[in-house]
């Protein structure tokens, strides 16, 4: 059975920092992409950041660049989203999910999808 489950969410204040954590098993984890996402109330699911790791490439969104790092323990069949500088707009849920090909940022392309974990900065 595959399995995504994400953890390390949380209440923080603006300015500091979470580190979301997604433990995968029931598939090959070192032949899929990993990606982040987050939906906010009444919005659309977004990509954050995603790690292909064929090649080590990364994509983060533009509204996280320099504050959040992906980063990945093919061992641990783990990844990790280190959030830092934390803002508001940030609160939303978090999910980690899984593809077998590289669809980078959009959710449609993603294959297997854990449960979600919620941030919430506060102001």
Do not use: H
Not at 36 to 45: L, S
Not at 54 to 83: C, E, H, P, W
């Amino acid at each position: 059975e595959v399995q995504l489950v994400e953890s390390g969410g949380g209440l923080v204040q603006a300015g500091g920092s979470l580190r979301l954590s997604c433990a995968a098993s029931g598939f090959t984890f070192d032949d899929y992409a990993i990606g982040w996402f987050r939906q906010a109330p009444g919005k659309e699911r977004e990509g954050v950041s995603c790690f292909r790791s064929s090649d080590g490439i990364t994509y983060y969104a533009d509204s996280v660049k320099g504050r959040f790092t992906i980063s990945r323990v093919n061992a641990k069949n783990s990844v990790y989203l280190q959030m830092n500088s934390l803002k508001p707009e940030d609160t939303a849920v978090y999910y980690c999910a899984a593809s077998s090909s590289w669809p980078q940022s959009q959710p449609k392309g993603y294959d297997y999808w854990g449960q979600g974990t919620q941030v919430t900065v506060s102001s």
